[in-house]
């Protein structure tokens, strides 16, 4: 298998050609001519590979000037390019090219001066240069460019949320239509925009990428390498969609190692050679040879030509569909449901006292402690981190209202409390989220430190279960309608709420492609380390609001009730098809699996099990539920 027609015709006396896992044609190399060869690989005609040069720089344009710039890798570099061009930089692989232009990114570090639109771009700052307008198309597109657990519009759309959103919600209908519309500009070959991204070729891919930049209405295209890895045919639209960039007053850069790619696409090209700028070409100068020439530290000459990728569009039968539902967020959630209903009616049909009212309101009760707690350890999961903190703090918030919420307090001081337990778990979040981040202590290695602290001070507090919480409290707390206890129905409110700004709201995508992959957040302009601390405060927040739940159904200061919610706050997440390395999951996938869980501790009691079989079923069921999710999203 050979990379490029040049290679094919060096080493091969025949060539056969397959696309969509088909033989397309078969001829002796000498007999079939690059433009055959071509044909057959793409399936159409191409009669121009490179678009027509640019009319020339358009002076109102935006304008990238650059000033003795150096970094570890590249020194005193000036170069500058306009709307209306494109300008290349060669040179052999490792000689600096790159990592200047990461550094203009805001990737990598680097002094000098470099100014966009008159305006100096802050070097070292990803999330300035992407306010400067800045967009970087990095050549490893699955690693730094692309979100592989998230669909091709989630990835389009994530560095312009600003512009679908209306008081701090987007609109689906405006993303859909713009994402849609490059999709088509573009040519993205995909059944649907909602498509996984991972499902794509990589010239599709690579278009995606581009899309994102078009949306987000870029002021400086930086690409590297940017037909790594893609098939002649999609090469020719990627080389036209640049072109067209250009052509609408937008600086591109490109670095390529392929001189064929850039002599037929760019106005200008500047050639590094250990990282200095050595020459700069333009106009008719811009060839083959005289780029070589200008490399005059190189001893060879490699073309980097793709690996002649296969693209083809994906069967979108009703069994297509469905492989790609059981491979989604969603799916858990119905199977949950089910387990739910199955459980349920087995029980039943052996103890009727199962579906009593009495007993559907304790598990209720009881599945809305858990799903707070669980929608909190869902937050820091998102992340790719954990929080094994949140079993002490809810007796430590249980603690707390102990001292408040007796029958001798008044109103005002039972609103302290609420405030203490809260504030308390703020401090709790920050903390841990802190050390996170900026102590560079692992999230299990921090939690589990404060996990030890948050406990002794329960047991300082309280040595002995103590303090009996208000009688009229408690039923407050656990008032119900309709056989259904209040607290339940806002656990199903916030879980939809929790929901819709998971995936509507620039919180919910920022926390989403951070949990994905954290180093392609931070090139597109995610704050990173802020998301990361506020998903554990909100995590910490919504652990003091499962302690109100547990304050009520304990009645009494026990710093001790609270620790077995870290063990099952977890398995409720990764019932609910929660990946535990960040960045896809529920919240309506969590409420089920707290549900799940009260419901499996009753039916034990009522088919007369021991406790033990509480820990081996849902013990089963999370290592089973792993296993599944797992296996199901090996196809996406």
């Not at 935006?62 to 005193?76: E, I, N, P, Q, W």
């Not at 794509?200 to 899309?211: C, E, M, P």
């Not at 930049?213 to 640049?242: F, K, M, Q, W």
């Not at 088919?607 to 196809?635: C, D, E, K, N």
């Amino acid at each position: 298998m050979c990379s490029s027609d040049l290679e094919v015709r060096q080493i091969a006396q025949r060539v056969t050609v397959m696309r969509d896992g088909k033989v397309r044609g078969s001829a002796p190399a000498a007999a079939m001519t690059d433009e055959e060869m071509l044909r057959l690989i793409v399936g159409r005609t191409i009669t121009q590979v490179y678009p027509d040069k640019g009319r020339g720089v358009q002076p109102d344009a935006a304008r990238l000037a650059v000033a003795t710039l150096s970094g570890d890798k590249f020194h005193d570099v000036s170069l500058t390019a306009q709307g209306g061009e494109i300008v290349g930089i060669a040179g052999i692989t490792g000689n600096g090219q790159s990592e200047f232009l990461r550094a203009l990114a805001g990737l990598e570090s680097a002094s000098g001066m470099a100014t966009l639109a008159h305006k100096p771009l802050r070097l070292g700052h990803p999330e300035a240069a992407h306010e400067a307008g800045v967009i970087f198309l990095s050549s490893d597109r699955q690693k730094e460019g692309l979100f592989m657990s998230l669909s091709v519009r989630e990835n389009a759309a994530l560095s312009a949320l600003a512009g679908f959103a209306r008081f701090g919600l987007i609109s689906r209908r405006t993303e859909y239509e713009k994402v849609q519309e490059q999709s088509i500009r573009l040519g993205i070959r995909t059944p649907t925009i909602d498509t996984n991204v991972g499902a794509l070729s990589g010239g599709n891919q690579q278009k995606v990428v581009l899309a994102r930049a078009l949306l987000a209405n870029a002021s400086l295209v930086l690409a590297e390498e940017p037909t790594a890895g893609v098939d002649v045919g999609a090469r020719s639209e990627i080389y036209r969609i640049l072109r067209g960039v250009a052509d609408e007053g937008t600086p591109v850069v490109i670095v390529s190692s392929d001189t064929q790619e850039l002599e037929g696409l760019c106005d200008r090209v500047v050639v590094f050679s250990r990282g200095h700028n050595v020459g700069e070409l333009a106009g008719t100068d811009v060839t083959e040879e005289n780029i070589g020439r200008l490399m005059i530290t190189a001893t060879t000459h490699r073309r980097e030509r793709g690996r002649g990728e296969v693209e083809a569009v994906r069967d979108d039968s009703l069994g297509q569909r469905l492989r790609r539902f059981a491979a989604g967020d969603y799916a858990p959630s119905l199977v949950l449901a089910l387990l739910l209903i199955v459980l349920g009616a087995y029980v039943t049909s052996t103890n009727i006292r199962f579906v009593s009212a009495f007993n559907l309101q304790k598990i209720l009760l009881l599945s809305s402690a858990l799903a707070f707690v669980g929608f909190g350890q869902m937050c820091a999961i998102f992340t790719g981190g954990i929080d094994v903190s949140v079993g002490p703090l809810v007796g430590l918030s249980v603690v707390i209202a102990s001292f408040f919420f007796t029958d001798d307090n008044t109103t005002l001081d039972m609103g302290l409390g609420l405030a203490a337990m809260f504030g308390v778990a703020g401090v709790v979040g920050l903390v841990n989220g802190s050390l996170i981040r900026f102590g560079n202590f692992t999230a299990v290695a921090a939690t589990l430190g404060i996990y030890i602290v948050l406990q002794g001070i329960s047991v300082l507090l309280r040595p002995q279960p103590g303090g009996s919480i208000s009688s009229d409290v408690i039923d407050f707390i656990t008032r119900h309608i309709s056989g259904v206890p209040i607290s339940f129905i806002i656990a199903v409110v916030l879980a939809i709420l929790l929901e819709l700004a998971l995936r509507y709201t620039r919180w919910g995508m920022s926390l989403r492609a951070v949990g994905s992959k954290e180093e392609s957040a931070a090139r597109i302009g995610v704050r990173v380390n802020l998301a990361v601390v506020l998903a554990f405060v909100a995590c910490c927040l919504f652990t003091a609001l499962g302690g109100v739940m547990v304050m009520a159904q304990l009645g009494i200061g026990d710093p001790n009730q609270g620790i077995g919610y870290t063990l099952s706050s977890i398995a409720a997440v990764v019932l609910g098809g929660a990946s535990l390395a960040g960045g896809r999951g529920t919240f309506i996938g969590v409420l089920l699996g707290a549900v799940l869980i009260q419901e499996i501790n009753a039916a034990t009691a009522f088919l007369g099990l021991s406790q033990s079989w509480q820990y081996w079923f849902i013990g089963g069921l999370t290592l089973g539920a792993v296993a599944i999710y797992s296996q199901a999203r090996r196809t996406e």
